[in-house]
């Protein structure tokens, strides 16, 4: 089972002080899907991503470089956190924000220290404005939210055609095992292999399904605008949802589902 969890090893440099450190992380290996693949949904739609990019910190919990990565998730790719002290750590994944200037003026949003990895220039562009859905700016506040989440999305069943293109924000944890810790070697890099599925995003239970989306395009222009994806509804069976640890509230809109699925579905081991 440990050696199953530790993944691969690789040569990292050494740390510059004189008390063995070493690197953990992730190994990111996409689905068909999330490489943009179309898959067939259960009521009948073809949805193909084609482009999912997420702002993520990796956390080892004994201490550690901080550094947030602005990654696709249509390629392999690995992640980490360097200068771990030798021994044990657990290791997690967060979506992290940042914040921009509000009524104090421009402030350091932080996303030229982003690592970009096979995200672009222009893409990270949008992740240093205010998301394109859900901004809860508090007016009196003089900082203002920055997107963690970009996606690009088509769906399509006969001549009806479906697109999302949208940044939000989705706090909190993508994926953390409390129960196991990594063996972190000096100048070694040991990963946890993930699965990351796209179309889980879009799935009740492993069922892809999309009719809660494309019945919230009201004004029927094909594109799921902001107010359409606050007001637009999940049905009951994917508020409730049992792969869910907390069920979904039952005023929640399409981007609390979509955050929801975000945290507990996307990368698993």
């Known amino acids: 089972m440990m050696a199953a969890l530790l993944g691969t090893s690789a040569c990292v440099p050494a740390a ?12 990111l290996t996409p689905s068909e ?12 739609y073809t ?6 990019v997420v702002r993520l910190d990796v956390n080892a919990s004994e201490g550690g470089s901080n550094d947030t990565f602005l990654l696709s998730l249509a390629s392999p790719t690995v992640i980490y956190a360097t200068a771990v002290p030798e021994g044990s750590s657990r290791v997690s994944l967060y979506y992290t924000g940042r914040y921009g200037g509000g009524l104090d003026g421009p402030a350091d949003d932080g996303a030229a220290r982003d690592i970009l990895v096979g995200a672009t220039a222009k893409e990270s562009e949008r992740f240093s404005k205010p998301p394109d859905v859900g901004s809860r700016f508090d007016e009196s506040s003089s900082l203002e939210p920055r997107p963690t989440v970009l996606l690009l999305l088509r769906a399509e069943r006969g001549l009806k055609v479906v697109r ?6 989705a706090s909190g944890g993508a994926f953390r095992d409390p129960r196991r810790a990594l063996a972190v070697r000096r100048n070694e890099l040991t990963t946890v292999p993930l699965s990351v599925r796209a179309e889980a995003l879009f ?9 809660s989306f494309a019945v919230a395009d009201r004004n029927d222009d ?5 107010t359409e994806l606050l007001t637009g509804r999940p049905s009951a069976a994917e508020r409730r949802d049992p792969g869910f640890e907390f069920p979904v509230a039952e005023d929640g809109s399409l981007v609390d589902l979509l ?11």
């Open 33 to 44: 899907a999330t490489g943009g693949v179309s898959f067939a949904t259960r009521d009948g």
């Open 203 to 211: 799935s009740v239970g492993t069922e892809p399904v999309f009719e």
């Open 164 to 169: 999302i293109n949208a940044t939000f924000s």
């Open 47 to 52: 949805v193909t991503i084609e482009r999912l």
């Open 259 to 269: 955050t929801a699925r975000l945290q507990e579905r996307l990368f698993r081991l």
């Open 16 to 27: 510059e002080d004189t008390a063995p450190r070493g690197a953990v992380g992730f190994s």
């Open 222 to 226: 094909g594109v799921l605008d902001a």
